[in-house]
């Protein structure tokens, strides 16, 4: 009986050290000083080709909006996901509903590091993973072309999560495993520039790896089977690989793939289909050294097979 009390009391100090432990582990972690020092005014000019870049309107746009309307960053979009519901929220100008009266440190704060002004995580559906990729003048270049979009107000419903998805502050553990600012694909000097600037704005702004990466069952993308193509998300179907390997981007060319970012048409004169309209749409928007950028990074990164599993053929 006196080795059952001293065992059971060793349990209770351990589970107490651990949730302390955790407690710590899990905090919200804000940006330092000097981070937040080399923000800078930004320019809107500069942070309109950001917000292209990173699709803000594909997700936080009122859904089906189209033309100007796309500006109006109410939110409200449904994303299911194996994890729950998430729905993007209004940022726009509106200080009540929207990010109005954000500060630019607390839109770096949420976009490099997850944390909200009031200093909780965000859910990783609002992919800083790739964001904290991002330079900070770039962050501040984005503040100020959000500046410059319209107040909506009203807003948008809560996510629709269960447990233990519900529990933020465990998004803290997680992100000691996958938030990382250090680029994913490491290049060895001498690498030619428009590689170099297509991986900033590939691992970066234009989070390409959140949906064409597999995941782990933890949620976090698989970096070894970086751009390797995933089951999607939402629904039954595929996110393509586009690395340069077999079931890949192996046959088209650095032309081919940077026509296809601004017409939206393949090297077969197939035509951009899907989730991957909204994406073709924001790129277009880019400059055309932007996307012979990003396809001069595809071409450079190492080549994987279908990170998906094979689909099946149709019955003949």
């Not at 809107?44 to 292209?52: C, E, L, Q, W």
Request: charged share 20%; proline share 8%.
């Amino acid at each position: 009986m006196r080795l059952l009390k001293k065992l059971v009391g060793a349990a209770l100090v351990l589970g107490g050290v651990g949730a302390v432990a955790g407690w710590f582990l899990s905090a919200p972690v804000g940006l330092d000083a000097e981070t937040l020092a080399q923000l800078g005014p930004g320019d809107a000019a500069r942070g309109k080709r950001i917000f292209s870049a990173g699709g803000c309107t594909s997700c936080h746009a009122k859904p089906g909006s189209k033309g100007d309307a796309r500006l109006e960053l109410a939110g409200g979009l449904e994303l299911k996901t194996p994890f729950g519901t998430f729905v993007p929220p209004n940022i726009s100008q509106d200080a009540k509903d929207g990010i109005g009266a954000w500060t630019v440190e607390d839109l770096a704060n949420a976009m490099l590091k997850g944390v909200s002004p009031a200093g909780e995580h965000f859910y990783p559906a609002f992919p800083y993973t790739s964001y904290a990729h991002m330079k900070s003048a770039d962050i501040a270049d984005l503040y100020a072309f959000l500046k410059t979009l319209p107040a909506v107000a009203g807003k948008a419903p809560g996510h629709k999560l269960g447990f233990p998805f519900n529990i933020r502050r465990g998004i803290g553990l997680w992100k000691r495993l996958y938030l990382s600012s250090e680029p994913v694909i490491a290049f060895p000097d001498g690498t030619p520039d428009p590689v170099t600037a297509g991986r900033y704005l590939v691992e970066g702004p234009g989070h390409c790896g959140e949906c064409h990466t597999p995941r782990a069952f933890t949620g976090g993308t698989k970096k070894s089977e970086w751009l390797a193509g995933a089951a999607a998300t939402e629904g039954k179907g595929i996110v393509p690989n586009i690395t340069p390997g077999e079931g890949g981007l192996s046959d088209w060319s650095q032309a081919d793939i940077a026509n296809y970012l601004e017409t939206g048409f393949t090297p077969d004169f197939d035509t951009v289909g899907g989730a991957m309209v909204d994406v073709q749409r924001n790129m277009a928007e880019l400059a055309a050294d932007d996307r012979a950028a990003i396809a001069a990074y595809l071409k450079a990164i190492p080549p994987h097979p279908n990170g998906y599993p094979a689909r099946e053929k149709p019955a003949s």
